[in-house]
């Protein structure tokens, strides 16, 4: 179970650390369990993880989960794992869309958290749990409806060496998508701040460049295959902000396919025959989320110092989709 916390830092004129900042404000909250929180990226800043050091300036929007330190009712539940690799230090998995990744408010079953438990708890092995925080290893985070790779470490000092690499953006993360419509150049980056949406806290936003708030978010991409309604690209993330390809694509007006938050339930740059029509709305049926899929992870083994990298296949509902429009 997380406790969730929102700050909106007002017009300050001490610079603070933000490990500091947050005691000042959470009752029982002990600098030392901040900090772990916060390698963990358990808090954001203007949706941006960031380090213990980091002072807050005027007008910062600080988003955090503090989990409680004590062990709480987290079962492990016997649910399939698509394993890509493991070994005594790491796992990587491939989650499915639909799962989310670890227990919170509402979702304390049927997580990917409670599945890493039961694989652990079968062959008697251990996970990252720091101070309490029981996230069974979990280094990163995709969205429920996102598929893909993803990393759990099993002791501390992988999961703080992993944890590293993603604060340094120095893991290779590689994406495929389906966006709506056809994309003027073929390879592009998209650039553009993003922050916490004013008039609804649950999504991001881009923030005009000339605003305080907001990080800066670059995103590659290469368009793969491109049909007349739709078009599958690669993308590639420099920065790997909050919903950051949903938004950006939402930005440019080419949001990805089936996305319900950002857009992407509805056509976009297509022409609207009533054929099209038609074929959009089965494509729909057979799309309930968005076409997202985490295809490719690389990154330092914690250990081994080796590079080491992963690929995965694309699943069965964006292979559909894939198909139909290479049928039309």
Known sequence: MEKFYKFSVPNIKDRTRIDKYITLFIENASRARVQKAIDLGYVTVNGDIVKS???VKPYDEIDI?????????????????????????????NKPAGMVTHPAYKNYSGTLVNAVM?????RNESLSDLNGFVRAGIVHRLDKDTSGLLVIAKDEFA???LAEQFFKHTVKREYNGIVWGRLKEKRGIISAKIGRDKSDRKKMSIIPEEEETGK??????EVLE?????????LRLRTGRTHQIRV???SIGHPIFGDDTYGGRKPHSVNMTSVNKATINNLLEMMPR????????GFVHPYTKEEIYFESELPDDMKAVLSKLRSL
């Open 118 to 122: 039961y694989h652990a708890k079968i």
């Open 159 to 161: 999961h703080r060496k």
């Open 226 to 234: 491109e049909y007349e309604l739709m078009s599958l690209i690669k």
């Open 248 to 250: 950006h694509f939402s």
């Open 216 to 221: 800066t978010a670059v995103t590659e991409y």
């Open 65 to 93: 989960e503090l989990p409680v330190p004590e062990k709480m009712d987290i079962e492990p539940e016997d649910i399939p794992l698509n394993i890509v690799y493991e070994d005594a230090a790491l796992l990587i998995v």
């Open 290 to 297: 968005q076409a997202l899929h985490a295809k490719v992870i």
């Open 53 to 55: 050091s980091y002072l």
